[in-house]
């Protein structure tokens, strides 16, 4: 009995071990794929790259024919289910989870040799085939976290194998810990395996729509605080046809980092001045041309933002989106170029709209008309920054113009026009 036991043990310590060196090679094969361009895109650099690594990504299925995100739909199921049979056999175990040797090398061997390699192999095919970057980074983001998640799980029998584990703990106290280390774990490989999962019925469009939603948001934003600081620097009056404006006849006083002067009247014994005694600083208006450039700003803002979520109507929703091109083995590269551009330029433009925004906030260091002023206001103009905003939008704009079918003009070609014209006033 002892024998059969001491066999069993052995028997798991060898498929930890040849499981945990799997999971670090799908690791190392993962920013392999996610670090080189796509080979079908970049055959000699691709080439190039993998003769000078030591880990190169595994071939492809005997059956490439199966739709990646298909394969990758399939793969996350089966790890997110032996993923919280391998949870329940650690903590449910007793005295150890060595006690459950034999079931445990049985699932560990399946995870093994069904599992881990139709995951990695999925995320091949996306690289190999050039099912866009957009997509290969949504799918390795939470396989990475399914690969470490797997290696801290399989990593708990370890001590138990090696005999370092905590002798004192038993019972209860072994089964709590057991808990608290191995149930956070399989919550964060379940939420990649449900990432994953999610992917499957939308694709590249759908990751595609959600990244340009999320652009849509941050500028959004960008324009909420840029249309704050024209109030706050235009004396108080309304912005952007808000009719209640700013009611706060006492806005100069406020308490921030132009209300006070810094530099307070030395004292013989270190004490602070009396509160009276801190010199005011008139609040900084700054001139009305730039404040006319602010608010054209915030007008290509606004454009921009109804540009984004056209684009995810008009383009990118299931009823208009050619998803079956795309959702095959090798899809239709056209279409995967362009869905491309579109992330590439939302993510430029966000970028540039922080700069446009950083920009007039350096105005506040800048001698601009005081409240009481009569200086002559400076003459603003578009800065290069700004320019090339403006470009990039035209970019996106022109590139969402042509219909899927054909790439002629269609119903929405119109209003993607209406948007160039718009950005470019």
Request: with cysteine; aromatic share 4%; glycine share 6%.
């Amino acid at each position: 009995m002892a024998s059969n036991l001491t066999a069993d043990i052995e028997r798991l310590r060898a498929t930890v071990t040849s499981l945990l060196a799997l999971i670090s090679h799908c690791q190392s094969s993962l920013s392999t794929l996610t670090s080189v361009p796509s080979r079908s895109t970049e055959v000699s650099t691709s080439t190039s790259t993998s003769t000078n690594t030591t880990t190169s990504p595994p071939p492809p299925l005997a059956s490439p024919q199966i739709p990646p995100l298909s394969l990758l739909h399939d793969a996350a199921s089966l790890t997110r289910a032996h993923t919280t049979k391998l949870a329940l056999l650690i903590t449910n175990s007793t005295p150890t989870p060595l006690s459950s040797s034999t079931a445990v090398t049985k699932l560990l061997s399946t995870v093994q040799s069904s599992v881990l390699p139709p995951l990695l192999t999925s995320l091949d095919i996306l690289h190999t085939h050039n099912h866009g970057a957009a997509l290969l980074h949504s799918a390795a983001t939470p396989a990475a976290e399914i690969f470490r998640g797997l290696a801290e799980m399989v990593g708990v029998f370890t001590p138990f194998l090696n005999g370092t584990e905590d002798k004192f703990l038993k019972g209860a106290d072994l089964k709590k810990k057991l808990e608290a280390t191995v149930l956070p774990i399989t919550g964060r490989v379940w939420s990649g395996c449900d990432a994953l999962i999610a992917l499957k019925p939308t694709g590249l469009v759908g990751v595609v729509s959600s990244r340009l939603k999320s652009s849509a948001e941050t500028v959004s934003d960008a324009m909420a605080e840029l249309k704050e600081y024209l109030e706050r620097h235009s004396g108080g009056g309304a912005v952007d046809g808000d009719e209640d404006g700013d009611d706060d006849e006492d806005d100069a006083d406020d308490d921030d980092d132009f209300g006070w002067d810094d530099d307070f009247p030395n004292t013989d014994d270190g004490d602070a001045p009396p509160q009276h005694n801190k010199p005011r600083r008139k609040r900084i208006i700054i001139p009305q041309k730039t404040q006319t450039a602010i608010t054209a700003t915030l007008k290509r803002f606004k454009t921009l933002t109804i540009l984004f979520t056209a684009i995810q109507k008009r383009r990118l929703a299931a009823s208009v989106a050619p998803l079956a091109s795309i959702q095959t083995v090798t899809p239709d590269q056209s279409v995967v170029q362009r869905l491309g551009s579109f992330v590439d330029l939302a993510e430029e433009i966000v970028v540039l709209v922080d700069d446009v925004v950083g920009e007039y906030y350096e105005l506040e260091g800048e001698d601009g008309d005081e409240e009481e002023g009569e200086k002559e206001p400076k003459p603003a103009s578009l800065s290069p920054t700004e320019t090339s905003l403006i470009n990039k939008i035209v970019a996106l704009a022109t590139a969402a113009q042509p219909a899927w079918e054909g790439g002629e003009e269609d119903a929405s070609s119109k209003l993607f026009g209406e948007c160039i014209k718009a950005i470019q006033r």
